[in-house]
């Protein structure tokens, strides 16, 4: 019997695969982060400002840029002109959904949402809402409203 090997590969096939899996463990590791933060997620307010710690889309907000005379709560488990529509660029997940998204009446809003029952409703001076699930709403807005500029 006679063996005839193979001409090596070129090192292409090698850093295909090398770029594969690092796209593969960047995503794993986005999604394993996007799972902690789901449970560790909070709303601080502080002096001047409110705080939204998440995930890839916390932010400062100036208490000053926040439209306060027209924060309530909305009910987004009926049928809801405030409700999430279309996500533009966030996390949508059973039971937990964050970032950027478009209502049903067509306003753009950032969302931190765990649960649609007492939801608070934040319109921001700067053409964006806030949908926010705080634990106490109606703590959050009673604060929110001494904090006021």
């Known amino acids: 019997m006679d063996v005839f090997a ?4 070129s090192g292409k096939p090698l850093w295909v695969l090398t770029i594969v899996c690092l796209i593969v463990a960047a995503m794993l ?3 394993v982060y996007t799972a902690y933060v789901s ?8 002096r ?12 400062d907000i100036p208490l000053e840029r926040l439209d306060l005379a027209q924060v309530r709560l909305v009910d987004l488990t009926e049928p809801s002109a405030y409700a999430p529509k279309r996500r533009t660029l966030g996390t949508g997940l059973p039971g937990y959904a964050s970032g950027w998204f478009r209502l049903h009446n067509g306003e753009k809003a950032l969302i ?5 029952r007492h939801v608070v409703y934040l319109p921001t001076l700067d053409g964006y809402t806030l949908l926010l699930s705080v634990e106490a ?13």
């Open 137 to 149: 709403p109606y703590g959050f807005i009673d604060t929110l409203k001494q904090y006021a500029p």
């Open 29 to 31: 590791i986005a999604l």
């Open 39 to 46: 449970q560790h997620a909070r709303v601080e307010i502080k």
């Open 48 to 59: 001047d400002r409110i705080k939204l710690v998440g995930d890839f889309w916390g932010r």
């Open 112 to 116: 931190y949402l765990t649960t649609r």
């Open 6 to 9: 193979i001409v090596p590969a």
